[in-house]
């Protein structure tokens, strides 16, 4: 994938998740000419308790996001 569609890609997962705009997404290939981006940022919970979120995005070569899923910390 390159650079132009992986920011166009990070600049989709920001406006539709604000916290991950402080963080710095890690990349890896898949098979089949897809990607894996994923975004691991910090949560606060009530209580000032934080928690370690993670989003992991499947795109493919041509930019469109093909399956997001987050964790449950």
């Known amino acids: 994938m390159d650079s132009s569609t992986l920011q166009k890609v990070i600049k989709s997962i920001n406006a539709s998740y604000p916290k991950t705009r402080s963080c710095t997404p890690k990349v890896s290939k898949q098979a089949d000419g897809r990607n894996l981006i994923v975004f691991s940022y910090c949560d606060t919970l009530p209580g000032s308790k934080s928690i370690q979120q ?20």
Do not use: A, P
């Open 54 to 73: 993670s989003l992991r995005v499947v795109v493919d070569n041509q930019g469109r996001i093909l399956k997001k899923s987050t964790s449950r910390g």
